[in-house]
């Protein structure tokens, strides 16, 4: 007993050093994959083959790693190399920061370096600092400016603004002009940062001095040493006008028939100026006239020749009073005055005038109703003054004489405002002149409404297609009913009248335009097509309405991830619910080694609620200790060998395999199997005995071991007692005391129930043990070592006497045959995967 309690501690030590050690690797493969990044900043423009920084290095790799870790950039444009002997990061490509980045402040080229054995991804980032290699530069060479000797000093004048590709303090600082006695240059900033000259008059220019300058205009940058451009200014100054014009009449005089056409001639006017150039450049035009003249002529601006440009009327003006100007090209002004007399004609037409006009006309009023009024007069004289009247064009209406020059117009026959909301006829007044002169006057006579249509839906019944998760208040579609009435019998309005059950809630119609809205958001999965239907009614009285209907169909995303149900996801999740709640065992798989490729070990099984293509899932294999020793059938799920089992497989296998769906974007879920490598569950029963020993932590270890000592304390009392109980009692042990079963241990079948999920092996067995035996066997502690278990699990004996054939000698009574037996209950072996 003493040698197996040292077995058992030593056990327990080594279990406990794997349990320190397991984390610190755990730690180290964590800490070892997790992503970096790496800096580096260098000048722009470097030449190729420049060093960049020891890549390798700063990775923590060193030189004699690098051929198997195979160190290696991915980047779009490969503007760096790593040397495969060093590590070293150089420059492959020419850096031009202006080309990589325009006019950001910072730049800056991003790429992965990834090694092999394992693989790993570090990112890198080099930053380009910019240089100053760019002079600034203007827009033009050469600036043409024209300022007249009367500018008075203080004036400004922009200059525009010169680039400079780079940034920072390289960029463009400001402007220097060349010495003279004139102008001086000042820099401005706008809103957008830019800096731009401004030319300055200090001191009055004098054309008779000077004629013209040419100064030269330099842009500065801030870089070291500092880059500049330069442009030409020509300043042309220019001379004053100091004489105006003067016309060679003060007063002009024309005649013009009121019957002349538009651009008939009236006459020329001329002025002559004593400067020279542009001041010598006259310019005739109109003063200051009403409009109404200034409508009827036009005088040309370069000859001075006056044009009629609208018809004339002796019976509204019989003469005008025109106001030339001629200006020349420095601004002064000369005046004159052209008399324009008007001989009159007989061109006058009779005059038509709607004094009243009943607009609209209810459709259903009765035929003679009065509908307008209209006053007729010609301005002429005799029987160029006699007038009749007339309508034009098709409308159920009639003109009818009254007395005075008036004329009545009266409905003809019933109206309909559906088929015509109005009409439009023209009085037609005809004098009796040679040749005679006729005029007409528009009436417009508008038909109002009355309620006698219902409104009509465009379609009879709608259809949407709205994708799942939309907003609530996301716009479905329009529905768009219209009305034949006008006003308020043709105003539309919309709302809910009924539809499919439970409908309603999910949309409502805004009441003016017919828009459809969504209430809430649409879940494919719990309703794939609904209806309402939508009413439309009038503001008629009484009201009419129609009703549409409106079928909504959800269209599906990809918006639940793949639902594992085999094995379960959960399983193994309950070690971190806390201290007090006992871990959930994980659900495992034995295989035995004699195992072939191609032996199922298991089917992945899950589901999405998505439908389509985002419910199609695929499975990956994509952990596991021994890659090459199982696959998974990527549309079916299943898990096979993909060799034969061999004795150096590690027998505690855990796999990781992902399952994807094919939406866009995929979704996934991942499914742990834990895999055992053991001909019989028997053989595997001590590696998952172990594992389960390995997961408690320090503190229930303790608990436990106090626990178990207490009650093989209180065991060993009570098998006292009933050994002395016996004793006195040869008859045999009480009814309470007798066993429980007397069947032998029996193992149930090794297949596992649907359920294993929870983690449990599904077979219980029965222990019988003296009570003299109890404190020393130990059967009932947690965890039993193998050989123990072994034992115990496979030759324990039944509850009551030995048997004649156990290992007393023959004929002779066991020592303990008197002795009663004490009969352990079933009990499940919980196991524990990691």
């Known amino acids: 007993m003493a040698g197996r309690q040292r077995q058992r501690q030593r056990q327990s030590r080594r279990r406990a050093a794997g349990r320190v050690l397991l984390p610190a690797l755990l730690l180290g493969l964590c800490c070892r994959a997790a992503p970096e990044r790496v800096r580096y900043a260098i000048p722009e423009e470097l030449g190729r083959g420049s060093l960049v920084g020891p890549l390798a290095r700063d990775l923590g790799l060193s030189p004699a790693d690098l051929p198997a870790r195979q160190l290696r950039l991915s980047a779009e444009k490969q503007y760096f190399g790593v040397s495969g002997e060093t590590g070293n990061l150089y420059v492959s490509e020419r850096l031009d920061r202006e080309e990589m980045c325009g006019e950001a402040a910072s730049c800056s080229v991003s790429f992965e370096a990834l090694v092999q054995n394992p693989l790993n991804v570090f990112h890198v980032e080099v930053a380009i600092q910019d240089i100053n290699d760019n002079a600034p530069r203007f827009l033009q060479d050469s600036f043409q400016l024209e300022i007249n000797e009367f500018t008075s000093p203080g004036a400004r004048f922009a200059l525009g603004t010169a680039e400079d590709a780079d940034v920072g303090s390289n960029s463009l600082q400001g402007y220097e002009l060349e010495a003279n006695g004139y102008f001086a240059v000042e820099v401005k900033e706008s809103q957008d940062g830019s800096k731009f000259a401004e030319l300055v008059l200090r001191r009055a220019l004098d054309r008779e001095s000077e004629q013209s300058l040419r100064l030269v205009l330099t842009g500065l940058d801030g870089g070291e040493p500092p880059r500049s451009g330069t442009a030409q200014l020509c300043i042309n100054v220019i001379d004053a006008n100091d004489n105006p014009p003067v016309f060679a009449q003060d007063r002009y005089r024309a005649s013009l028939r009121e019957d002349a056409p538009p651009g008939w001639r009236v006459l020329n006017v001329s002025a002559s100026d004593a400067d020279a150039g542009t001041n010598a450049r006259i310019t005739y035009g109109f003063g200051k006239m009403p409009a109404k003249v200034l409508r009827k002529f036009v005088v040309d601006a370069e000859s001075g020749t006056i044009t009629l440009q609208e018809a004339l009327d002796f019976e509204d003006t019989r003469g005008y009073t025109l106001l030339v100007e001629a200006r020349d090209g420095g601004g002064l002004v000369a005046h004159c005055e052209v008399e324009v007399e008007v001989l009159d004609v007989n061109d006058n037409a009779p005059e038509v005038t ?179 239907a939508v009413r439309a009614q009038d503001g008629g009285a009484p009201a009419r309405s129609s009703t549409a209907t409106v079928r909504v169909f959800v269209l599906d995303r990809n918006d639940n991830a793949p639902r594992v149900l085999w094995p379960a996801a959960g399983a193994g999740a309950g070690a971190g619910a806390g201290a007090g709640a006992a871990p959930a065992a994980a659900p495992f798989e034995v295989v035995p080694r004699s195992a072939e490729a191609g032996y199922l070990v298991a089917k992945v099984v899950a589901v999405d609620a998505d439908a389509g293509r985002n419910a199609w899932l695929s499975y990956e294999l994509v952990q596991a200790p021994e890659p090459a020793l199982f696959r998974v059938g990527l549309h079916s799920g299943e898990v096979r060998t993909a060799r034969a089992v061999s004795e150096r497989d590690a027998a505690k296998q855990r796999l990781v395999a992902v399952v994807k769906d094919h939406g866009q974007p995929a979704l996934s879920a991942t499914a742990t199997l834990h895999v055992v490598l053991a001909e019989s569950l028997q053989e595997a029963l001590p590696e998952l005995s172990e594992r389960a020993a390995g997961a408690d932590s320090p503190a229930e270890l303790q608990f436990y071991l106090v626990l178990a000592l207490a009650l093989l304390s209180a065991l060993f009392l009570l098998s006292v007692a009933l050994a002395v109980l016996a004793r006195v009692r040869r008859a045999g042990p009480p009814a309470v005391l007798r066993c429980l079963g007397a069947q032998r241990f029996s193992v149930a079948g090794a297949a596992f129930p649907a359920d294993f999920c929870e983690g449990t092996l599904p077979y219980s067995y029965n222990l019988c043990v003296a009570p003299g035996r109890a404190v020393a066997e130990g059967a009932w502690l947690p965890p039993p070592p193998p050989s123990l278990a072994a034992e115990e699990l496979l030759g324990a004996e039944p509850c009551g006497k030995r048997s004649p054939t156990s290992s007393a000698g023959a004929g002779e009574p066991p020592a303990d045959a008197e002795a009663p037996q004490v009969c352990k209950p079933a009990q499940s072996l919980p196991l524990r995967l990691s």
């Not at 035929?367 to 009749?388: C, F, H, I, P, Y």
């Not at 219902?454 to 329009?478: I, K, Q």
């Open 354 to 532: 709607l004094t009243s006009v009943s607009s609209p006309v209810p459709e259903d009023a009765p035929a003679g109703t009065v509908v307008a009024l209209v006053k007729v007069r010609d301005r002429d004289s005799g029987e160029n003054g006699q007038v009749s009247c007339e309508l034009s064009g098709e409308a159920p209406l009639s003109i009818v004489a009254s007395s005075g020059g008036s004329y009545k117009v009266v409905t003809a026959s019933a109206l309909d405002r559906e088929q015509a909301p109005e009409h439009r006829v023209a009085v037609v007044a005809r004098d009796r002149g040679s040749p005679a002169l006729s005029s007409r006057a528009a009436l417009v006579l508008e038909v109002s409404d009355v309620n006698d249509n219902a409104p009509v839906f465009e379609e009879a019944a709608y259809s949407a297609y709205v994708a799942e998760n939309n907003a609530a208040g996301a716009p479905v579609l329009r529905v768009r009913a219209r009305d034949a009435d006008a006003g308020a019998n043709g105003r539309v309005s919309y709302w809910l009248a009924g539809g499919s059950a439970g409908a309603a809630p999910y949309v409502s119609v805004e009441a003016r335009s017919g828009a459809v809205y969504a209430q809430r958001s649409f879940d494919y999965e719990q309703c794939r097509e609904f209806a309402v």
